[in-house]
T-cell receptor, first 111, second 113 residues
Framework: EAGVTQSPTHLIKTRGQQATLRCSPI?????VYWYQQALGLGLQFLLW???????NRGNFPPRFSGRQFPNYSSELNVNALELEDSALYLC??????????FGPGTRLTVL | AQSVTQLGSHVSVSEGALVLLRCNYS??????LFWYVQYPNQGLQLLLK??????LVKGINGFEAEFKKSETSFHLTKPSAHMSDAAEYFC???????????FGTGTSLTVIP
């Protein structure tokens, strides 16, 4: 069974630009979660999508947004990038809300 | 809102010694509890989970954790540390609706040869 995949592995942007990160869940999983892991801050919950709908979002500004496609893959968009957005962004998928399977992450660097 | 506290952001043990990583949660109802491990530059891998069955949960790589409701704790242990156990460990709790997972801030485990 293929795991959660994320692309790209690394992404380098400059301040003010937009970044798009992608996630493909495990086949059959309808929920996708996004997390930000900044240095020294642990995992911060960003967004939860299920069946194409945004179900919950963490304490992040509106310039962090995303969507889930009919095939359950998901996209995270970060607009007007700031230096402090540099982090590892992790995607996880879940079949039934009581376990999450994580992808390898996308390392975003904002210069 | 629920929360998870991991005591000790860095823990060092000698190879072959007991590993004990502490996790306390706040919840008014028995939650689902998890331990994840993260190796450098990788995503998180599930070590074990508690979902209201047996209070002593066995996971992969020789790890286990015990759910103690009276202490609101879910500490992770391993009898004998191996060099390959060096990693970041995260405790997490989920409410039964699955609306959100709450992660602790992580404990970095160093194994000294």
């Amino acid at each position: 069974e293929a795991g959660v995949t994320q692309s790209p592995t690394h992404l380098i942007k400059t301040r003010g630009q937009q970044a798009t990160l992608r996630c493909s869940p495990i086949s059959g999983h309808t929920s996708v979660y996004w997390y930000q892991q900044a240095l020294g801050l642990g995992l911060q919950f960003l967004l939860w999508y299920d069946e194409g709908e945004e179900r919950n979002r963490g304490n992040f500004p509106p310039r962090f947004s995303g969507r889930q496609f009919p095939n359950y893959s998901s996209e995270l968009n970060v607009n007007a990038l700031e230096l402090e957005d540099s982090a590892l962004y992790l995607c996880a998928s879940s079949p039934d809300y009581n376990e999450q399977f994580f992808g390898p992450g996308t390392r975003l660097t904002v210069l | 809102a629920q929360s998870v506290t991991q005591l000790g952001s860095h823990v060092s043990v000698s190879e072959g010694a007991l590993v004990l990583l502490r996790c306390n949660y706040s919840s008014s109802v028995p939650p689902y509890l998890f331990w994840y491990v993260q190796y450098p530059n990788q995503g998180l891998q599930l070590l074990l989970k508690y979902t209201s069955a047996a209070t002593l949960v066995k996971g992969i790589n020789g790890f286990e954790a015990e759910f103690k409701k009276s202490e609101t704790s879910f500490h992770l242990t391993k009898p004998s540390a191996h060099m390959s156990d060096a990693a970041e460990y995260f405790c997490a709790v989920s409410d039964l609706a699955g609306n959100q997972f709450y992660f602790g801030t992580g404990t970095s485990l160093t194994v000294i040869p």
